[in-house]
């Protein structure tokens, strides 16, 4: 059995288990398969579109009923 890259003598059977958050793996960012990674948020471009708004929706709403 390899531990840490070492070689280990074990009686068997071996049990294991698997804990969450008890191993990190490290990637490269640029491995084969790899999802593109989410765009950040403009957020001053995001409060400049909302600032754009006429009116808020439920005046809108109230407007049409009438």
């Known amino acids: ?7 280990v003598m074990m009686p068997t059977p071996v049990r294991c288990a ?5 191993l ?3 990637v490269p960012r640029d491995r084969p398969g790899a999802r593109p990674p989410k765009p950040r948020i403009d957020w001053p471009a ?3 579109l909302a600032s754009l708004r006429s009116a808020p929706a439920d005046a809108e709403r109230q407007e049409t009923r009438a």
Not at 1 to 7: A, L, N, S, W
Not at 18 to 22: D, F, G, K, L
Request: aromatic share 0%; charged share 35%.
């Open 46 to 48: 995001l409060r400049t």
């Open 24 to 26: 990190r793996v490290r």
């Open 1 to 7: 059995m390899g531990i840490d890259g070492e070689t």
């Open 18 to 22: 698997i804990r969450p958050q008890a």
